[in-house]
């Protein structure tokens, strides 16, 4: 759960439910479930922030190879019924490299960029101990604020021999228009996709995990649980709007 301001290498894939059980055999021989959570599984809540014109998620539709994000991200208590750790978190990828930086945050300064946004002192402390200013005031510029929440559940793995090493299965993602942030809402749409794995190393991938991918037949995918939201989102508001107008609504 720590930031990582030095590049490191993430890859995704979508795994079927008997495919993530023979990756976990596979780990049980050199992984140990992450010291978070309960055996390594914990809930994770996640408010991600745009421009007015969506240009965080255009440029992952379009496949920009230099892009950012940023997002609040919260962890919920080993029971699941309550947030009690909150980050501001920027994560940036240039080409095949990933960085993330983030701040701690209190639960009244959580609630506030939820419904706020983010302001100029937020984003400054996310760059480096001189942070560029114009930069973050063209941010704010754009009038970044909160545009969607998405919940789902995490168990991770580390391997203490290579401590750079982290892997982990999200299940169970749903997604809503901000305004909801608890662990179980109804107003939050189940994305109905497959587990997401993912692998981030501080160094290189190890390939025996990527040959056991290559056996299975699964390839890597860029998949972005942001952009999976609001694809999700603005497909249910269309057909919403499409049966309205059949219903001379």
């Known amino acids: 759960m720590n930031s990582r301001p030095a590049g490191y290498q993430e890859i995704k894939f979508f795994v079927s439910p008997r495919d993530e059980s023979d990756l976990k055999k596979l780990f049980a021989g050199f992984a140990t479930p992450d010291i978070h959570g309960d055996h390594g599984s914990y809930f994770i809540g996640t408010v991600y922030f745009d421009t007015p014109k969506l240009d965080f998620f255009m440029d992952k539709i379009e496949g920009e190879m230099t892009r950012i994000k940023i997002r609040l991200r919260s962890y919920a208590d080993p029971a699941g019924t309550s947030w009690t750790q909150h980050y501001l978190e920027l994560k940036s990828r240039l080409c095949n490299l990933v960085y993330k ?132 989102i603005f497909a249910r508001q269309k057909d919403a709007r499409s049966i309205g107008a059949r219903a001379g609504f």
């Open 101 to 232: 930086r983030r701040i701690p945050l209190s639960p009244v300064d959580a609630d506030r960029i939820k419904i706020e946004g983010v302001d100029l002192q937020d984003i400054e402390k996310l760059f480096a101990e001189r942070p560029p200013r114009g930069i973050a005031r063209t941010m704010l510029s754009s009038l970044l604020k909160p545009m969607v929440t998405t919940l789902y559940r995490r168990t991770a793995f580390t391997v203490e021999m290579l401590p750079g090493l982290r892997l982990t299965f999200d299940h169970d993602i749903a997604a809503c228009l901000v305004g909801s942030n608890d662990i179980v809402s109804p107003s939050h749409l189940l994305l109905l996709i497959p587990v997401i794995f993912e692998i981030k190393s501080d160094g290189a991938i190890p390939q025996t995990i990527l040959h056991q991918m290559h056996i299975r037949g699964i390839g890597a995918t860029s998949v972005s649980k942001y952009a999976l939201a609001l694809e999700h």
